[in-house]
Nanobody, 115 residues
């Protein structure tokens, strides 16, 4: 079973950058695909970026070209570099396995984008 602890969120202005971190506990991590998900108030949780065990990445159209997902298996860490942030990027961000997220989610990390 994997467990996730997200960090790195905060209040930023439009156009700013932010890097989120996800610490993963669980021996299977190196062979598991990982994703970053986000949920804004009143919306469903959505996948924004994913990276598989081979390092192949994919992104939602809304963040493509602005966000970069990476992983360091030796540190059991997953990162989301977010550039050119927009107000619509504001949400609680979570990491979880991908394509099949586990039922147990971390607490997430809040990203607020406001002038």
């Amino acid at each position: 079973q994997l467990q996730f602890v997200e960090s790195g969120g905060g209040l930023v202005q439009p156009g700013d950058s932010l890097t989120l971190s996800c610490s993963v506990r669980g021996a299977l991590f190196p062979i598991v695909g990982m994703g970053w998900y986000r949920q804004a108030p009143g919306t469903q949780r959505e996948l924004v970026a994913a990276i598989n065990s081979d390092g192949i990445t994919k992104y939602s159209d809304s963040v493509k070209g602005r966000f970069t997902v990476s992983r360091v298996d030796t540190k059991y860490m997953v990162y989301l570099q977010m550039n050119s942030l927009k107000p619509e990027d504001a949400a609680v961000y979570y990491c979880n396995s991908e394509p099949n997220p586990l039922n147990s989610w971390g607490q997430g990390t809040q990203v607020t984008v406001s002038a």
